[in-house]
């Protein structure tokens, strides 16, 4: 899953960005509002994690001038203030979720989870297609109970699958949400990786595969 990070304080940044790529999310960063505006509309995202406090557009406009554009991407705003009248601020200009500083990295990926969670899903978010289950808290994975050892990049491609059971996923879609816009990943790589995805997740287990080819289109997951 690919997110946006848009804050000015580097070191804060930078952290988010580290720990966030260890928990295999793909993640860009930008330092100012007008920068984040633009990357969050030219580019697709999952999540965006957006500071209130910054130069040329603070968080707030971000959000509204997102919301207002027809960008309904989950935000999630981070800021050192937590009166209420701030946090009624930015829910009102579309921000889903709130979360003052400091924090701790733990309530930050709890909060992540539960954005990126989709509606039908469960409060423990187990993800499944058939007899394969993903935990994303846990980030363990596992087909008819045996567990399934992943890289951190198989992972995050299983994930996208899952969170999209039956949707036709292009090569370009996969790149987009997996790698950050820094990576050099060509169509190839996405081939590879779902070779790779096949031969853990599919080919040791009895029945149909569950990653299908739709030739000329991508890949899908399915029972």
Same mark, same amino acid.
């Given at each position: 899953m ?12 930078h ?13 860009d960063?930008?330092?100012? $509002?007008?920068d984040g505006?633009?990357?969050?509309t ?10 209130? !406090? !910054? ?6 406009e971000?959000?509204r001038?997102?919301?207002e554009s027809?960008?309904?991407? #989950?935000?999630? !705003? ?10 009624? *601020? $930015? ?8 979360? =003052? /500083?400091?924090?701790?990295f ?12 989709r509606?039908?899903?469960?409060a423990?978010?187990?993800? *499944?297609?058939?007899d394969?289950? !993903?935990?994303?808290?846990?980030? *363990?994975? =596992?087909?008819g &109970?045996?567990?399934i050892?992943l ?13 999209? #059971? &039956?949707?036709?996923l292009?090569?370009?879609?996969i790149m ?7 990576a050099?990943?060509l #169509? ?10 096949r031969?853990?997740v599919?080919?040791?287990?009895? &029945?149909? $595969?569950?990653?299908q080819?739709v030739?000329?289109? &991508?890949? /899908?997951i399915? =029972?």
């Amino acid at each position: 899953m690919r997110i946006l990070v848009v804050e000015d304080e580097h070191r804060i940044a930078h952290a988010i960005k580290e720990g966030l790529e260890q928990e295999t999310y793909a993640v860009d960063v930008c330092y100012d $509002g007008e920068d984040g505006y633009n990357t969050a509309t030219a580019d697709d995202y999952d999540l965006i994690i957006l500071d209130v !406090m !910054m130069p040329r557009m603070n968080g707030y406009e971000v959000c509204r001038k997102l919301r207002e554009s027809g960008n309904h991407t #989950p935000v999630l !705003m981070l800021t050192a203030k937590d009166q209420n009248r701030d946090i009624v *601020q $930015g829910l009102d200009n579309g921000a889903d979720d709130y979360l =003052a /500083k400091p924090f701790s990295f733990e309530v930050l990926l709890a909060r992540i989870r539960a954005l990126l969670r989709r509606p039908h899903e469960t409060a423990s978010e187990t993800l *499944q297609v058939g007899d394969l289950t !993903m935990n994303p808290a846990s980030h *363990q994975v =596992a087909r008819g &109970g045996m567990v399934i050892n992943l890289s951190s990049k198989e992972y995050a491609i299983l994930e996208y699958l899952l969170r999209n #059971p &039956g949707r036709v996923l292009s090569k370009n879609n996969i790149m987009t949400h997996v790698w950050d816009f820094d990576a050099d990943i060509l #169509p190839n790589n996405v081939e590879v990786f779902i070779t790779y995805l096949r031969a853990k997740v599919d080919k040791p287990f009895d &029945g149909p $595969g569950l990653i299908q080819t739709v030739r000329g289109f &991508g890949y /899908k997951i399915e =029972a």
